[in-house]
């Protein structure tokens, strides 16, 4: 069974979104996600200009193959980019082999470990109440565990908060659904650690007040604090026993974990803008994370990731795949089938999309009882509609970034 086909599908139903399409002499198709938010050309671009042309005429069922040639034959190794690409390739040739087979992919990764997948939702407000409106939302959708995030007074705009957004032209939009603007420029955010490390505590405090003890809750730091400030949210946060602080420091300083994990139990997730198992190395051998945030899409498809997972396995640290809009349909599918597959799942993230990118592309997923589950069609049970898509170009869009009151530049 050979390539003969490869397509670079590039869609903006509800946000961008860019996908690969494989399809076999013998009539077969396969997609990978390889949506980097905000930077989707230039992975459009390195796979139509530099894998397409490799992938004609290979053997469609040699992924790890095909998965070692284009990660070392480029010499330039890891990144998003390239591993955004790599991902799509394995992803679409996982899709054909277990649409060969006849069975869903979880399947082929060893069968279900478990009935369904926790997943999490975003509850977000500018405040206490909007917060408490959001979270009883969430619930009444059947989420069983939710992430809380919420405005500090003072910042005009924070992540993750949809009401607290006061930029001109994107007042009050649904924040989470699409962090990148559709604008010729990023919007421009503020933040300030101290205020917002000041005003956090209190808001758990309340949450678990009104909602009690057993609901997970989790919470995404989004990379801003310095070591020793993390060490104290995490200390901070421990009554309230969070199932997770998410991206507490940049993440690309390993060590500062270390510093961080010395001062609290509160459990750490890290990882969404990794891309390679060596961005874990430490963290793993270390243990001083508990939870893997990689999604398949930005860490070269489900070939790479279960290795990092199972990897992680040997250490008790568990799956937290990355899941918010801007991972596709097909990205998510994907995590969906290696999650129900692994011992060491640990929950996923989970946000819908919207109406019109479920009108692009088709799935089969199935969302009951606060679980997911990625459905028994053969391969990873989603249909991109290309006539849909054609309907939606791509449209210019940028992340937000952060600026401090005194003008410098932040993390975001
Ligand atoms: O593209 C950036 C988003 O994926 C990111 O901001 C979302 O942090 C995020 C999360 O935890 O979902
Ligand atoms: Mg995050």
Known sequence: MKIDRAEVIVTSPDRNFVTLKLTTDDGLTGLGDATLNGRELAVVSYLADHVVPLLIGR????????????????????????MAAIAAVDVALWDIKAKAAGMPLYQLLGGASRTGLLAYGHASGKDVPELFDSVRSHLEQGYKAIRIQTGVPGLRAIYGVASNVTVAGNEGKRYDHEPAQRAPLP???????????????????????????????????????????????GKALEPYDLFWLEDCTPAENQDALRLVRQHTTTPLAIGEVFNTVWDYQTLITEQLIDYVRSAVTHTGGISA???????????????GMHGPTDISPVGMAAAMHLGLAIHNFGIQEYMKHGALTDSVFQQSFTWSDGLLHPGDKPGIGVELDTDEAGKYPYQTAYLPYNRLADGTVHDW
Do not use: C
């Open 59 to 82: 053997d469609a069922h040699a992924i790890e193959d095909t998965w070692q040639f284009l990660y070392r034959s480029a010499y330039w190794r890891r990144g998003p980019v390239t």
């Open 187 to 233: 919007v421009e955010e503020d933040w300030d650690t101290r205020a917002y490390l000041t005003h956090l505590p209190g808001v758990f405090e309340a949450v678990r007040s009104e909602f009690g003890p057993d609901i997970p809750l989790l919470h995404d730091g989004h990379h801003r604090m310095t070591p020793i400030q993390a060490a104290r949210l």
């Open 305 to 319: 990731l279960r290795k990092i997972l199972d990897f992680a396995a040997q250490y008790q640290i568990k799956s």
